[in-house]
């Protein structure tokens, strides 16, 4: 093999290693755009509460609901943030979903099965 064709395989070989670590490098920091915020408990300390039953995030980023204790759960929203509602009924202990707040505002939630115990929360979404 002469030195030139050696050199070439070489640069190659570091090509492709470069490439790699500045797709990962990229997609590290495209992934990361929909930040994470915080949890709220569906049930928490023996109690039908969310926890914490206010919370302010900013624009874009995301909150975890988790099925803690005193199943079933959901998060129904009031108006103009229905469509954002988990209607569903979470039975089991650590289940959860991820909700992105996309707009400004006030977002008043409840779990339906509970609201009459006062399971119920806002999140303040602020630019």
Same mark, same amino acid.
């Given at each position: 093999?002469?030195?030139?064709?050696?050199?070439?395989?070489e640069?190659?070989?570091?090509?492709?290693?470069l490439?790699?670590?500045?797709?990962?490098? *990229?997609?590290?920091?495209?992934?990361?755009? %929909?930040?994470y915020?915080?949890?709220?408990?569906? +049930?928490?300390?023996?109690? $039908? /509460?969310?926890?914490?039953?206010?919370?302010?995030v900013?624009?874009?980023?995301s909150v975890?609901?988790?099925?803690?204790?005193?199943?079933?759960?959901?998060?129904? *929203?009031?108006?103009p943030?229905q469509?954002? %509602?988990?209607?569903?009924?979470?039975?089991?202990? +650590?289940?959860?979903?991820? $909700? /992105?707040?996309?707009?400004?505002?006030?977002?008043h939630?409840?779990?339906d099965?509970?609201?009459?115990?006062?399971?119920?929360?806002?999140?303040?979404v602020?630019?």
């Open positions: 093999m002469s030195t030139i064709t050696k050199y070439k395989h640069i190659m070989w570091w090509m492709s290693r490439t790699i670590m500045l797709t990962a490098l *990229f997609l590290s920091f495209s992934l990361a755009s %929909s930040a915020a915080a949890e709220i408990k569906m +049930g928490s300390g023996g109690m $039908l /509460v969310f926890e914490p039953c206010e919370l302010t900013a624009v874009g980023e975890t609901f988790i099925n803690n204790e005193l199943p079933p759960h959901n998060v129904v *929203f009031d108006e943030y469509e954002m %509602s988990h209607s569903d009924l979470a039975f089991t202990g +650590g289940e959860k979903f991820d $909700l /992105v707040f996309n707009e400004p505002g006030d977002y939630f409840q779990c099965p509970h609201a009459g115990a006062g399971m119920k929360g806002v999140i303040h602020t630019n």
